[in-house]
């Protein structure tokens, strides 16, 4: 899988119920920081974070800012924001290698 590169802030998602919007920035040497809104936070905040953490890190992220807005997404709705906001932020838009992503993402 190609290596991915925070280069520039990026947005995915919209703020639909049982969607969420997640921006991503670069945090350079400070690791991943993730800010949640989210109306239920108190009963799934931990998991949607461990969502969020579990696909960077399958991405080979270390360091980013992410902030997110959910509107009570399901997790294969938070892996895929996840993973279209990385693209877009490393500049990866065409020539998606599918089959890395299916590796993982199962």
């Known amino acids: 899988m ?22 991503i920035d670069q945090n350079n040497g400070k690791g991943i920081e993730i800010d949640l809104q989210s109306s239920v936070e108190f009963q799934f905040g931990k998991r949607i974070r461990e969502v969020i953490t579990e696909t960077l890190s399958n991405l080979e992220i270390t360091d980013a800012k992410v902030s997110v807005v959910d509107q009570g997404a399901l997790d294969c709705t938070i892996i895929a924001r996840t993973i279209a906001v990385v693209h877009r932020a490393s500049g990866v838009t065409e020539n998606i290698d599918w089959e890395a992503l299916e590796s993982w993402n199962v």
């Open 2 to 23: 190609a290596k991915f590169e925070i280069k520039d802030q990026a947005i995915a998602g919209t703020l639909e119920s049982s969607d969420l919007q997640i921006t």
